[in-house]
């Protein structure tokens, strides 16, 4: 089973890449990021995907090695020689439990790690190329008492187009200024940048005196420090995602109101295991899928270990969303995918111990009967 799943694993993590690829090419070619920052990034990024990943490779690894084992008629053999499909199960049982502690070990510890560490790398990025923080079209809130609108961002040039501040760091006045043309000069190792804006107006209102004030301008600077905004987001409350499971459990014992977000940190509290859990329940279900020598013969039993995957994950998508808005408990929102399925999976192992067809040789004839007859009616 070891080599399906190193496959399986290699396989999935390059379609994640792949789902990358776009932003790798924008940070490397527009932003000047390093290589090594961006793999970093990648590296920081994989628990997340990986707590998934691993569940689902678990699942193709027992489902292809008996899917092998039946093709070759040694299913055939080994119930000749008196062993059943109980004799074969302490090994999947071990198999899976290990991919239990890897992926528990993932969402426990790596998770909060990778977004902790993806948080700090992208400030050490910015030193370097700050306009990846700046979003086109988007209010930009992260510096103290300035809020910076732009319109367009030209990467290569470093230049800004129409450009909105909001500058309340002066006590009692808000000044508004509007160009149609800046550029951003950084001194990353200072954490400092230098906003030069052209052409342009400034409109100052003087709360305390009730005065407006308006000045047109050929160059005005404004000098941004992100040293502060730093500090200050490390000081911050952790998002849920990024507590550890000590601080998670004692954010929901010391919260008393019960709303959306308390929900969200109750399933995330609860998903660091039953998603481990998932590796188990997936490999149970896969067994007896991969014993059936006549879904061997027909092709089946990959595709139905991949329709039960999907199942699993539509699931704990549905049951996360009802959790969320409180439809029902969050613990039955998590977790019901696993009862269900290790329903199925438990069922089916009993069945096929039984030596009585799982019946899905039936319920596809039926199926590719009812296309035919419909084709011909067509």
Known sequence: MAPPFVINMAFFLFIFLMTKILDIVKYIVNYKVSISAVLLMLLYSAPFFLQFIIPMSIMMAV?????????????????????SIYDLLPSVLLFCIMGCLLTGYLTIYG????????????????????????????????FEGIMIYINKIDPKEKSLINVFIEDKR?????STVIS???????EPEKLF?????????????????????????????????IKKSFARARKGTKHRSEMSLNELRKYLKDETKKDIIYYRALMDYHRK????????????????????????????????????FLLYYLLLTVGWGFGESGACPPVIGVWIPNILLGSIGFYLLIRTAQERPLMFDSFINRVIRLTLKFTKKR
């Open 193 to 225: 940048f230098r906003l030069i804006l052209f052409n342009g107006i400034i409109n100052q209102v003087n709360i305390k005196n009730q005065t407006v004030n308006s000045v047109n301008f050929d160059t005005y600077e404004i000098n941004l420090d």
């Open 180 to 186: 149609p043309m800046g550029k951003l000069l950084s």
């Open 111 to 142: 998770i909060p790690w990778g977004r902790k560490s993806f948080k700090d790398l992208t400030y050490r990025v910015a030193a370097s190329s700050f306009e990846i923080g700046l979003k086109e079209r988007t209010f930009n809130d992260n």
């Open 273 to 308: 295991f039953s998603i481990p859990v998932a590796c188990l329940v997936l490999g149970l279900l896969a067994l007896p899928l991969g014993f059936q020598s006549m879904i061997t013969k027909r092709s089946y039993g990959l595709g139905f270990g991949l329709l039960f």
């Open 170 to 174: 002066t006590n009692n006045i808000v």
């Open 63 to 83: 489902l292809l090695t008996f899917l092998r084992l039946s093709k070759d008629h040694e299913v055939v053999a080994f119930k000749a020689s008196g062993l």
